[in-house]
C-alpha cells in the first residue's frame, strides 16, 4: 500500500511553532508516513548554519514574556530539541526538507550548504503546490 | 485482556519510555516493534497519559493488536501485539 503523505508548509521561524511541527513529525514517521517539508520566509532563518538549535536566536510566535518559562519546561520534560524532532523523523520515515530559494535569499543563503544538514535541497513554489496537491494531510505552520 | 491477564502475559520486549514526553513513547514503540516476531508481544511503560491513546491507535493503523494497560505506581504499562 502506498504510503500516506503529509505535506508541510514551514512559515515559522519560531522556537514554539518549530518544537510543535517537530512533534507533529514524530506522530507522521510513526504512521510510516512520507513528509514533505517546504521552508518558507521565517522558516528559512531558522535552518541557518548559525541558528539552527541555538533557542537563544529563535523568537516565541505567542506569548513572548512566557519564553524563559516555556524554554526551561521543556528542558525540565527532557523534550527534544526541534532539530532533534526533524533528525528523528528523518530516521525513522522519508522526510524531505525543501528550502524555498526566495526565503533562503532573504537570509543571505543561496546555496544548501548555507543550511543546517536537515535540508534536501533548494526548490521553487512549483514544487511545495505540485506536493500540496498531492498529499493526503496539508498544514501550514 | 483483563489485567490479570495482561500481568500474566509473556513479554518479549519491554519499551521504557518513562523519561519521555509525547511523541516519545509512541517513537520508542515503533523503534522497537522491528525487533520483535509476528505474534510476539511487546510493553511500553510509560507516564505520559498521551500514550493511553496514542498506541491504540497507532495499533489499530498498522494492524497491531492493542491488548490494554495496566496502572502501576505513577506509570503504567501499554500491551499490544505484533501482526
Same mark, same amino acid.
Given at each position: 500500500?502506498?504510503p500516506?503523505?503529509?505535506?508541510?508548509?514551514?512559515?515559522?521561524?519560531?522556537?514554539d511553532?518549530?518544537?510543535?511541527?517537530?512533534v507533529?513529525? !514524530?506522530?507522521?514517521a510513526?504512521?510510516?508516513?512520507?513528509? $514533505?517539508?517546504?521552508?518558507?520566509?521565517?522558516?528559512?532563518r531558522?535552518?541557518?548554519?548559525?541558528? !539552527?538549535?541555538?533557542?537563544?536566536?529563535?523568537p516565541?510566535?505567542?506569548?513572548? $514574556?512566557?519564553?524563559?518559562?516555556?524554554l526551561?519546561?521543556?528542558?525540565?520534560?527532557?523534550?527534544?530539541?526541534?532539530?532533534?524532532?526533524?533528525?528523528?523523523?528523518?530516521?525513522?520515515?522519508?522526510v524531505?526538507?525543501?528550502?524555498?530559494?526566495?526565503? !533562503?535569499?532573504?537570509?543571505?543563503?543561496?546555496?544548501?550548504?548555507?543550511?543546517?544538514?536537515?535540508?534536501?535541497?533548494?526548490? !521553487?513554489?512549483?514544487?511545495?503546490?505540485?506536493?500540496?496537491?498531492?498529499?493526503?494531510?496539508?498544514?501550514?505552520? | 485482556?483483563?489485567?490479570?491477564?495482561?500481568?500474566?502475559?509473556?513479554?518479549a =520486549?519491554?519499551?521504557?519510555?518513562? +523519561?519521555?514526553?509525547c511523541?516519545?513513547?509512541? *517513537?520508542?514503540?515503533? =523503534?522497537? &516493534?522491528?525487533? &520483535?516476531?509476528?505474534?510476539?508481544?511487546?510493553? &511500553? *511503560?510509560?507516564?505520559?497519559? +498521551?500514550?493511553?491513546?496514542? &498506541?491504540?491507535?497507532?495499533?489499530?493503523k498498522?494492524?497491531? #493488536? @492493542? *491488548? +490494554?494497560?495496566? #496502572? #502501576?505506581?505513577?506509570y503504567?504499562?501499554? @500491551?499490544? =501485539?505484533?501482526?
Open positions: 500500500m502506498e500516506k503523505k503529509l505535506c508541510l508548509a514551514l512559515y515559522t521561524g519560531s522556537v511553532k518549530l518544537t510543535a511541527a517537530g507533529i513529525l !514524530g506522530g507522521a510513526a504512521d510510516d508516513m512520507k513528509v $514533505d517539508i517546504y521552508v518558507l520566509l521565517q522558516g528559512a531558522a535552518f541557518r548554519k548559525d541558528i !539552527g538549535d541555538n533557542s537563544d536566536k529563535l516565541m510566535a505567542e506569548n513572548a $514574556d512566557l519564553r524563559e518559562g516555556f526551561q519546561s521543556l528542558k525540565n520534560l527532557k523534550v527534544k530539541t526541534w532539530v532533534e524532532f526533524f533528525k528523528e523523523a528523518k530516521a525513522i520515515t522519508d524531505k526538507i525543501h528550502i524555498c530559494g526566495l526565503a !533562503g535569499k532573504v537570509w543571505g543563503g543561496e546555496k544548501l550548504d548555507d543550511f543546517i544538514d536537515l535540508a534536501d535541497d533548494i526548490c !521553487g513554489i512549483s514544487a511545495y503546490i505540485t506536493s500540496a496537491q498531492e498529499a493526503d494531510v496539508n498544514l501550514f505552520i | 485482556m483483563t489485567t490479570e491477564e495482561l500481568k500474566n502475559v509473556v513479554v =520486549k519491554s519499551v521504557d519510555a518513562r +523519561g519521555t514526553a511523541p516519545g513513547p509512541l *517513537l520508542e514503540a515503533k =523503534k522497537a &516493534i522491528g525487533t &520483535i516476531k509476528a505474534g510476539d508481544v511487546m510493553e &511500553i *511503560l510509560s507516564a505520559d497519559e +498521551g500514550t493511553k491513546s496514542d &498506541i491504540p491507535k497507532w495499533c489499530g498498522q494492524g497491531h #493488536e @492493542y *491488548l +490494554g494497560a495496566v #496502572e #502501576e505506581n505513577g503504567f504499562k501499554v @500491551y499490544m =501485539k505484533k501482526k
